[in-house]
């Protein structure tokens, strides 16, 4: 019988070996193998006793054998040797058979390495809903807790490199897929870095990212997107599953506050007018079966951040998605951006953030907002943005629990810390918050935890 690759890869470790072997037991021919050794030793140790006692050595024998230390020193001295060398070999040992299943990066151990798979591996199901550089960023973090994770992404972009795929392959959107790939892949960095490689030359090469044209190459190699998705995953060894919201081809439309149309994430973003109301065409795109599953079987979902209506929206658009959150029992948090979004998101507080998930997606879908507390200054002028405050206590804030926390990334304020907001979300989940007045101007090392 033949079996496929990918059946082989959900083995673990001592199930792969025993599958592949099955008539091999590791434990009892070991055993026999330390049998054969000792006997070969007791054997070699009556060989050189008689020799020692029928034949008369050199002098320089005396030394050479430690007959100068007492008998029991002696014995003291190999034993203490023999376990040296046990120790050695089996830890070899255990490195050679445990590295076709466990490969440590450069710059960790084998300890480290057993510990993501073992450990991480019994961590929570958590769902990530976004895309772009603020899911991208989630996941970096949150993978270092653990690594059931799975990554529901967007596919309404249409600008750039993605969207020249898009018209010339009528493929689904692979940029924000290939950012969430990069942040869960556990390849050595070389590979994540060329992953993420954009051309700046070359005929029909400039602009586009090299992790696109391998993705469409995949998909027209195997015929299929969705296999190619799960593919390339498999090659940069990711940890966790990324989704597509939907596979269909989709465009978003908005209204913008001047009443007029537009078409396009792109072309949204580049309008930079506030928007009314977002749309996805076509309405009835149906979700992807495997994201509504991860959904319904999820301990945690973590809504954003992200562009708020060009990266998160998006997916809350897609009907099964909706339904799907509505449904789920697990805690479901959304994690406001840090600063506002030029045309987007000018002037929005944290309370008009969740109102604009609320008006698009349903009410009731979020129990609790992570909010930054570090509130600086007035940011840079060049980036276009604004420290996004709490703000006044909004009706859609009421029911909600907020969560205010420092998650800021110190070198770059208008974006999250990796870290500190995997930190702040596992705090969350794990029951361990500090119940606090609301204080707009506090910033303690804890979450501060307000129910509205």
Same mark, same amino acid.
């Given at each position: 019988?033949?079996?496929?690759?990918?059946?082989?890869?959900?083995?673990?470790?001592?199930?792969?070996?025993?599958?592949?072997?099955?008539?091999?037991?590791?434990?009892?021919?070991?055993?026999?193998?330390?049998?054969?050794?000792?006997?070969?030793?007791?054997?070699?140790?009556?060989?050189?006793?008689?020799?020692?006692?029928?034949?008369?050595?050199?002098?320089?024998?005396?030394?050479?054998?430690?007959?100068?230390?007492?008998?029991?020193?002696?014995?003291?001295?190999?034993?203490?040797?023999?376990?040296?060398?046990?120790?050695?070999?089996?830890?070899?040992?255990?490195?050679?058979?445990?590295?076709?299943?466990?490969?440590?990066?450069?710059?960790?151990?084998?300890?480290?390495?057993?510990?993501?798979?073992?450990?991480?591996?019994?961590?929570?199901?958590?769902?990530?809903?976004?895309?772009?550089?603020?899911?991208?960023?989630?996941?970096?973090?949150?993978?270092?807790?653990?690594?059931?994770?799975?990554?529901?992404?967007?596919?309404?972009?249409?600008?750039?490199?993605?969207?020249?795929?898009?018209?010339?392959?009528?493929?689904?959107?692979?940029?924000?897929?290939?950012?969430?790939?990069?942040?869960?892949?556990?390849?050595?960095?070389?590979?994540?870095?060329?992953?993420?490689?954009?051309?700046?030359?070359?005929?029909?090469?400039?602009?586009?990212?090299?992790?696109?044209?391998?993705?469409?190459?995949?998909?027209?190699?195997?015929?299929?997107?969705?296999?190619?998705?799960?593919?390339?995953? =498999?090659?940069?060894? %990711?940890? &966790?599953?990324?989704?597509?919201?939907? *596979? /269909?081809? $989709?465009?978003?439309? #908005?209204?913008?506050?001047?009443?007029?149309?537009?078409?396009?994430?792109?072309?949204?973003?580049?309008?930079?007018?506030?928007?009314?109301?977002?749309?996805?065409?076509?309405?009835?795109?149906?979700?992807?079966?495997?994201?509504?599953?991860?959904?319904?079987?999820?301990?945690?979902?973590?809504?954003?951040?992200?562009?708020?209506?060009?990266?998160?929206?998006?997916?809350?658009?897609?009907?099964?998605?909706?339904?799907?959150?509505?449904?789920?029992?697990?805690?479901?948090?959304?994690?406001?951006?840090?600063?506002? =979004?030029?045309?987007? %998101?000018? &002037?929005?507080?944290?309370?008009?953030? *969740? /109102?604009? $998930?609320?008006?698009? #997606?349903?009410?009731?879908?979020?129990?609790?907002?992570?909010?930054?507390?570090?509130?600086?200054?007035?940011?840079?002028?060049?980036?276009?943005?604004?420290?996004?405050?709490?703000?006044?206590?909004?009706?859609?804030?009421?029911?909600?629990?907020?969560?205010?926390?420092?998650?800021?990334?110190?070198?770059?304020?208008?974006?999250?810390?990796?870290?500190?907001?995997?930190?702040?979300?596992?705090?969350?989940?794990?029951?361990?918050?500090?119940?606090?007045?609301?204080?707009?101007?506090?910033?303690?090392?804890?979450?501060?935890?307000?129910?509205?």
């Amino acid at each position: 019988m033949v079996y496929s690759r990918r059946m082989t890869m959900r083995f673990s470790g001592r199930s792969a070996l025993k599958w592949l072997y099955p008539g091999m037991h590791i434990k009892r021919w070991l055993v026999l193998l330390l049998v054969g050794i000792c006997l070969m030793g007791l054997g070699i140790s009556y060989v050189l006793r008689e020799a020692y006692l029928s034949y008369t050595f050199p002098g320089a024998f005396y030394y050479l054998t430690l007959q100068f230390i007492p008998r029991w020193g002696r014995g003291v001295l190999f034993m203490a040797l023999s376990l040296s060398t046990v120790g050695v070999a089996v830890w070899k040992l255990n490195q050679s058979l445990l590295f076709a299943f466990v490969r440590p990066d450069r710059d960790s151990s084998m300890a480290d390495e057993i510990y993501k798979k073992r450990i991480l591996a019994r961590g929570p199901k958590i769902v990530a809903i976004g895309g772009g550089t603020g899911l991208s960023m989630l996941l970096r973090g949150l993978k270092g807790h653990t690594s059931n994770l799975t990554a529901i992404v967007t596919v309404a972009d249409d600008g750039g490199s993605t969207g020249r795929l898009r018209q010339e392959f009528g493929v689904v959107a692979p940029g924000d897929l290939r950012q969430c790939i990069a942040a869960l892949a556990e390849a050595e960095p070389l590979m994540s870095r060329l992953f993420q490689y954009r051309f700046t030359e070359g005929t029909g090469l400039e602009g586009h990212s090299f992790g696109n044209l391998f993705i469409v190459a995949m998909a027209e190699i195997t015929g299929n997107f969705e296999t190619a998705i799960h593919e390339t995953s =498999q090659i940069l060894n %990711t940890r &966790g599953t990324i989704l597509p919201s939907t *596979l /269909e081809d $989709v465009t978003l439309s #908005a209204t913008t506050l001047d009443d007029q149309l537009v078409h396009g994430e792109h072309n949204i973003t580049e309008r930079g007018t506030g928007i009314r109301e977002l749309y996805l065409n076509p309405a009835s795109a149906e979700a992807h079966p495997d994201a509504v599953r991860a959904i319904l079987d999820a301990d945690l979902i973590v809504i954003g951040p992200g562009s708020l209506y060009t990266s998160v929206l998006p997916n809350l658009l897609v009907d099964g998605i909706r339904k799907a959150l509505a449904a789920s029992s697990a805690n479901r948090v959304f994690v406001c951006n840090v600063a506002t =979004q030029q045309g987007e %998101t000018d &002037g929005f507080t944290v309370a008009d953030h *969740l /109102e604009a $998930v609320e008006r698009h #997606a349903g009410k009731g879908l979020i129990d609790a907002v992570i909010a930054n507390n570090n509130i600086a200054s007035d940011l840079p002028e060049a980036w276009h943005s604004n420290p996004v405050g709490v703000g006044e206590v909004a009706e859609c804030m009421r029911g909600v629990r907020l969560v205010e926390a420092d998650v800021i990334a110190l070198e770059n304020r208008y974006r999250h810390d990796p870290i500190k907001l995997a930190a702040t979300i596992m705090r969350v989940y794990d029951g361990r918050d500090t119940f606090a007045p609301f204080a707009a101007s506090s910033a303690p090392e804890e979450p501060v935890l307000v129910t509205r």
